[in-house]
C-alpha cells in the first residue's frame, strides 16, 4: 500500500474527527465510564481490526484507550489508517 502524501493527509484527517496526526502515525483517544466498558470497547475495536487486517497500537489507562494507526509495512500513513479510524469512530 503506498504512502499518503501531506496534502492527502490533511484531508483525510479533516474527514475524521477525533483523530490527530502524530509524525507518521495517526492517534485518538476513547473515554468510556470504567475499567469495563474500556475492555468492552477495545473487544470490540479487534472484530474491526481483524476483519481489516489492520491492527493499531493500543494504551489501556483505566477508562481511557489511547490509539495508534500506522502501517508499519509501508512506513508511515496509507488509506488503510484512514479507513481502520473512521470504523473505529463508528463505534
Do not use: C, Y
Not at 502524501?5 to 492517534?27: K, M
Not at 477495545?42 to 495508534?68: C, F, G, M, S, Y
Amino acid at each position: 500500500m503506498a504512502l499518503l502524501d501531506e496534502e492527502t493527509i490533511t484531508r483525510e484527517l479533516a474527514e475524521t474527527p477525533g483523530w490527530e496526526r502524530a509524525e507518521d502515525s495517526i492517534v485518538a483517544t476513547v473515554t468510556r465510564a470504567d475499567f469495563k466498558g474500556a475492555m468492552a470497547f477495545v473487544n470490540r475495536l479487534a472484530e474491526l481490526a481483524e476483519a481489516a487486517d489492520h491492527h493499531p497500537d493500543i494504551t489501556i489507562q483505566w477508562n481511557k484507550i489511547i490509539l495508534t494507526l500506522s502501517t508499519h509495512s509501508a512506513g508511515g500513513l496509507t488509506q488503510k489508517d484512514f479507513d481502520l479510524a473512521r470504523r473505529i469512530n463508528t463505534l
